[in-house]
């Protein structure tokens, strides 16, 4: 039986336009688990990356709950969803969103600081393992306008694992980089998940979402489709590939 | 041109932030500098009009009656320069006292003339008929209700010579443009035709040689062929009549002008400086705003540019931006510069004691705006050259990110003081934007310095002494003239009881120099003469010192040779050395007693002498034992700092230059700390909602932003301290040169560069904490997002 990290329970997201409202995200209802690569997949304009920013309180919700431990972040303070961030939640962008005047060691220490459980020294030392982890370690000097997407995307997902969050956000991190830069980044999330990291990832490419163990499908706000699957195993691509096709074609893909 | 009115109004409708603080920024230095201006203008034409309605003479002179012969009467009517000479007689007195307020300046006691104006009690108006004075009634000139902060009804005593006196009731204050002034030490007073006759008659029979009471008034109007100035014309009727030579006092027009506006002059001068300087601000503030926003409308300006819109017509588009912000604030402050206008000259009106007409000058207004908006339009064509440089395609494909940080040299980020070190390397990285903030901070700083500084100057002994101006611990004055006094004696008793750190003796007087009627100071010891600026004091029986304004009115320098002369006497003297003095407010000069009795043939008659303590707490009990052995042939006066009538005289004048100076620069700090954040915030708006993401809190990041500032204020700061070691004793000396003081020496006071310096850095970290609000109200999200 797995265990659920965060549960979303009647959750909606709407906006004013034009003096009416638009509904993005509606009455929506499930449960993320524990060690589970689950990926959001849906059309654009369906509400997935709202939907993350909704779970991750990143953005609040209209109205709903957001469980996690036991208490609804959608209420808590917005000082407990900043400490929520820099222990509990990691978060990849697909714009990976480095501080610009921040070294990519700086930009993954800066979140380490913040984490009271350890020195500065054991941040510095663990923000080094991270660079040689993610193969950046020569270039950790060098500012996010020097380096390639992909190298900018390794320093981001680093940046999100630093302070070993519980639950790992990713917002379509493929989606400004090319196969190969996509494929390293898809990667090292699967590595991660792999050492029984949590993720949530949203995504609109069928390569990405092949490392899922858990697909749910987004549709006008409501999630309308869900398919678990066995750990990714490069071996199996092509049938996992076949697999989730017809799964999407079923919902209108 | 609807292309540009398409964009200019999208502009303005987006940068509604920047349109009212530069508006708001320019309507403060409009409203102070045109009114200002205004007031000066409008006080130097009233008292010209005053001139005018009371029939004053271009030169006023007072002489003994008994030294006015009918040759000296047939010179001044013959003269071709005069049109008109008019003699009214007068009694001089010898010092005043009204409640607790004394004053020793003499007055010139008269019967009312025909032709004066007599203020109404607010004395914002006249009133439609002087009333004729009964026995016992006094008008006043209306700078002796400031000066002695007396009203109507109030008792005033005059004292005569030889301890007789006079008492009366003032009936009301009337408008005296010869000598009305506050800053004018003799006075010319009105009493009854019966008062007029009874003091004579009493007094005259006590007149002796030295000690003397009546007096001619003596009104010279100028002959309409002349058209010289009022000093020229002085000073050729006085070549050709020597009626100066024999005149106790003299007054011209233009002296009268320039030293009735004197005190108003000097303030207005720094706060011109200081007007000078928040323009340069509002400059630094614009060149930022325009820096910034090129670069956050990078884009936008790219795909303009490939729609074919030329470099020139963007830059018209921002020029056009800031000139109408600007012209908005020229409108703004020229409509706010009424009130401000009215009240400056109510304030004024107590120094100046003419009633001036009320309004702005729309001379001054229009230069003012032609001078602001072309100074812009200089800066801002400047500024907006970085629109050239932008590449259409590089823009488009979002090559905006590399002109945002422009250094490598960056501070490092630390856990230990997270915060702090982000704030530091923010400003690292971004130094160009901040630069300007610096020197804003460093030029309010500097003028809140200053001004402290000025403060420290008048309040002090030492200060005032460098100025030229001896603040004595004791005075001592005979009362009696029949008394036989050794001051020899007197010196040695005071030492007796306390060591005497300072003695000397002062007469004051105008003399003849060159044939210019000025302030000659004789002392008994001339090396103790303060204020040498150049060369040394005169310490030989034919030297003396001038003033810069001597030397340049005479245009003598230091080794020329001048002539002396005093009625029949005369005698020639070298100019050993240049000093600043603020007596007769720097029109003066002052000579040793040894070289004066040169020129007069006989001994100096010394009435006065003072002295300063080495141990203040002595002074009480000197002047106690003094007043014991001496108190029937003297007068002692004891000066303490906090009852000091010419330091709190000062006093008064810094303190409200403070409140003008502390006012504008918070004003502004608030104005420039909203515009910089604003700014800084938009261009930050990303990296405040990654470090929201990743967990910082907003009360955390807006310490971050206030941290910044506070960083920023503090470097400009000790900028500004530094600046003021180097200049402010430059920038007061020119200010406080109308008064004839050109040299300060500024004592670094702690608390008055550390005050302003805090007083700055905490309104910048409010304000930028203030302004850093948006970081709580905005959801992570949006700040990466939008």
């Known amino acids: ?253 | 041109m609807m292309d540009i009115l398409t964009l200019l109004k999208a502009n303005l409708r987006k940068k509604k932030g920047t349109f009212i603080s530069i508006m708001l920024l320019t309507a403060l230095i409009v409203s102070a500098v045109s009114s200002i201006f205004s007031v000066r203008m409008n006080y130097t034409e009233a008292i010209e009009n005053a001139f005018e309605y009371a029939d004053c003479g271009d030169v006023t002179a007072f002489i003994h009656t008994e030294k006015l012969t009918d040759e000296l009467r047939s010179s001044m009517e013959n003269s071709e320069y005069a049109e008109r000479v008019d003699y009214t007689q007068c009694i001089c007195t010898n010092g005043s006292e009204t409640g607790d307020t004394t004053d020793g300046n003499s007055y010139f006691m008269m019967e009312l003339p025909e032709k004066i104006r007599l203020f109404n009690e607010k004395a914002d108006s006249y009133e439609e008929n002087v009333p004729a004075l009964e026995k016992g009634e006094i008008y006043l000139p209306y700078g002796m209700c400031s000066k002695l902060g007396c009203n109507t009804g109030d008792k005033i005593k005059l004292w005569l010579i030889f301890g007789e006196s006079a008492e009366f009731t003032i009936k009301g204050f009337v408008e005296e443009p010869v000598q009305g002034s506050m800053t004018i030490g003799w006075k010319q007073i009105f009493i009854s035709h019966e008062d007029y006759e009874e003091i004579y008659n009493r007094c005259k029979p006590l007149e002796t040689e030295d000690v003397l009471l009546e007096f001619t008034k003596i009104s010279v109007h100028q002959a309409e062929s002349c058209e010289l100035s009022a000093a020229k014309f002085q000073r050729l009727f006085n070549q050709e009549t020597h009626i100066i030579d024999y005149a106790t006092g003299a007054l011209n027009k233009e002296q009268t002008i320039r030293y009735s506006v004197l005190l108003p002059d000097v303030v207005t001068n720094i706060v011109l400086v200081f007007m000078v300087f928040l323009f340069v601000i509002v400059l630094i503030v614009m060149s930022h705003s325009i820096g910034t926003e090129i670069e956050i409308d990078y884009v936008s300006l790219g795909v303009l540019k490939s729609q074919g819109f030329s470099e020139s017509r963007l830059r018209a588009v921002i020029m056009l931006q800031y000139l109408i912000a600007e012209l908005a604030g020229i409108i703004l402050g020229s409509i706010a510069a009424l009130p401000i206008e009215r009240a400056v000259s109510e304030l004024c009106m107590s120094v100046t004691a003419v009633l001036p007409e009320k309004g702005i000058s729309a001379a001054v207004s229009i230069v003012l705006s032609l001078v602001i908006m072309a100074v812009s339009a200089v800066i801002v064509f400047i500024k907006t050259r970085k629109v050239g440089k932008i590449s259409p395609v590089r823009a488009i494909s979002g090559g905006r990110e590399e002109i945002y940080f422009d250094s490598r040299l960056n501070a490092p980020v630390s856990g230990k003081a997270l915060m702090t070190t982000l704030s530091l390397r923010q400003l690292t990285s971004a130094k160009k934007r901040y630069i300007g903030t610096i020197f804003i901070v460093a030029l309010l700083t500097f003028s809140m310095i200053t001004v402290n500084l000025t403060g420290d100057l008048l309040a002090s002994r030492s200060g005032m002494k460098s100025m030229g101006l001896v603040i004595p611990d004791i005075d001592v004055s005979y009362n009696d003239p029949d008394a036989e006094i050794d001051w020899d004696e007197i010196d040695s008793f005071i030492a007796e009881n306390t060591e005497i750190e300072e003695v000397n003796s002062i007469e004051t007087g105008y003399v003849s120099l060159d044939g210019e009627n000025l302030a000659c100071s004789v002392y008994s010891d001339p090396e103790g003469i303060p204020g040498v600026l150049r060369g040394r004091e005169p310490i030989y029986d034919n030297e003396l010192m001038i003033t810069d304004m001597v030397a340049e009115l005479l245009d003598v320098k230091m080794g020329d040779e001048v002539t002396v002369s005093k009625q029949d006497n005369e005698a020639e003297y070298i100019i050993s050395g240049i000093f600043q003095s603020a007596n007769d407010s720097g029109m003066s000069f002052a000579m040793g007693a040894e070289a004066y009795e040169r020129m007069t043939g006989k001994e100096t008659e010394i009435y006065y002498r003072y002295y300063i303590i080495k141990d203040k707490s002595d002074i009480t009990d000197v002047s106690e034992k003094l007043n014991e052995k001496y108190g029937e042939e003297l007068d002692i006066w004891v000066y303490d700092d906090s009852d000091n009538p010419v330091l709190n005289e000062y006093g008064t004048i810094v303190d409200a230059l403070k409140i003008i100076i502390y006012a504008f620069s918070v004003i502004f700090a608030f104005v420039v700390v909203r515009m910089v954040c604003a700014k800084a915030f938009l261009q930050e708006r990303k990296d405040i909602g990654v470090y929201k993401a990743l967990g910082f809190t907003a009360g955390r990041l807006r310490l971050g932003f206030a941290i910044r500032f506070l960083i920023l204020s503090i470097t400009g700061s000790v900028l500004g301290a530094v600046l003021s070691v180097f200049f402010s004793a430059k920038m007061l000396g020119a200010a406080l040169s109308l008064i004839g003081l050109s040299k300060m020496v500024l004592e670094f006071i702690a608390g008055s560069v550390i005050i302003p310096a805090v007083v700055i850095s905490v309104c910048f970290f409010l304000f930028a904490y203030i302004a850093a609000g948006k970081i709580k109200r905005i959801q992570a999200r949006e700040l990466i997002t939008e």
């Open chain 1, 1 to 253: 039986m797995k265990k659920a990290i965060l549960s979303a329970k009647g959750l909606c997201k709407s906006f004013a336009h034009n003096g009416g409202q638009i509904h993005i995200l509606s009455h929506i209802d499930f449960d993320l688990y524990e060690g589970d690569f689950t990926v959001i997949m849906g059309s654009s304009g369906s509400g997935k990356s709202t939907l993350l920013y909704a779970l991750s309180g990143m953005d609040r919700a209209t109205s709903g709950e957001v469980i996690y431990n036991g208490r609804d972040i959608v209420k808590i303070k917005e000082k407990e969803i900043a400490k929520l961030r820099h222990t509990d939640f990691g978060f990849i962008f697909q714009q990976m969103h480095l501080v610009s005047n921040l070294s990519l060691f700086e930009n993954i220490a800066v979140s380490g600081y913040l984490n009271k459980k350890r020195s500065s020294q054991e941040t510095k030392k663990r923000t080094e393992e991270l660079l040689s982890q993610m193969s950046i370690d020569h270039i950790k000097s060098h500012l996010p306008s020097q380096v390639s997407g992909g190298e900018q995307q390794r320093c981001a997902i680093a940046r999100a694992v630093i302070n070993d969050p519980k639950l790992l956000f990713a917002d379509e991190p493929t989606g400004a980089l090319n196969r190969k830069n996509s494929e390293d980044v898809l990667s090292l999330l699967t590595e991660l998940n792999r050492a029984g990291q949590s993720i949530l990832m949203v995504t609109h490419d069928i390569r990405a979402a092949l490392r899922a163990t858990r697909l749910l499908y987004l549709e006008d706000g409501k999630i309308i489709g869900e398919m678990n699957l066995p750990e990714y195993s490069p071996e199996e691509e092509q049938s996992r590939e076949t697999q989730i096709n017809s799964w999407l074609s079923s919902l209108k893909w």
